[in-house]
């Protein structure tokens, strides 16, 4: 298996995470992200969140600033658009993202995977590549009834203890989730170490990701 060296000093060095939830960025790429910041000292983040109300943007920022410890220079942004309803919100959902394609020019951005049943996620996944048509988008994976994971073909492998930092967290900072029958650590848990399998990842886990085109 090829592995690109996304990592290393010389890759990306400003990252644009979008979530159309308050914990979506966590459950999709948060390992990674932690990953990211504990391999390398000169990143830069963008955080951005569009669906949430004043309960859960107290929650996202506080779990963003959790996982971002480390970042040379991060900026976390929640919007209040209304969980479910974001498709019905477009022209001010595209207004957002032209306005944040105006103020950060990232290296790698991480979206939502773009056959995510949820139609919130979609939206985003389908602005991001409206949005960026040049840059290395990475869609992430969210595991839901909805039985909607797929084949992905880009694996960040993660320490074991690393995935058990991003599990601690997503616990500690959601806790109007925690009444969610799904939102536990066995399935965070179960989905990294099936990714982790699938890419032979040294410590037997990895989050996944859709990369639908590269450029090397």
């Not at 298996?1 to 790429?29: K, S, V, Y």
């Not at 109007?176 to 040294?202: H, S, Y």
Request: proline fraction near 5%; charge should be negative; hydrophobic fraction near 45%.
């Amino acid at each position: 298996m090829q592995r690109a060296p996304l990592f290393a000093e010389g890759g990306p060095r400003r990252l644009l995470a979008l979530g159309a939830h308050c914990d979506d960025i966590e459950i999709g790429c948060g390992g990674t992200l932690l990953r990211f910041l504990g391999e390398r000292s000169d990143l830069e983040v963008r955080w951005v969140v569009f669906c949430s109300t004043a309960e859960r943007a107290r929650e996202a920022h506080a779990s963003a600033a959790a996982f971002l410890q480390g970042a040379r220079k991060a900026e976390v942004m929640v919007r209040e658009h209304r969980d479910g309803y974001l498709p019905h919100s477009g022209a001010a959902v595209k207004d957002e993202f032209e306005a944040l394609k105006r103020e950060y020019s990232p290296d790698l951005i991480l979206t939502h995977y773009r056959h995510d049943l949820h139609q919130d996620h979609r939206l985003v996944s389908e602005l991001t590549w409206n949005t960026w048509r040049n840059h290395l988008i990475l869609e992430y994976e969210i595991p839901k009834y909805d039985g909607d994971l797929g084949a992905p073909n880009f694996f960040s492998p993660l320490a074991a203890a690393g995935l058990e930092r991003k599990i601690a967290l997503v616990l500690e900072h959601f806790p109007t989730q925690a009444v969610k029958p799904w939102f536990n650590a066995d399935l965070f848990r179960a989905l990294a170490r099936i990714r982790g399998m699938e890419c032979v990842a040294p410590e037997g886990f990895a989050e996944a990701f859709y990369c639908r085109k590269a450029v090397f």
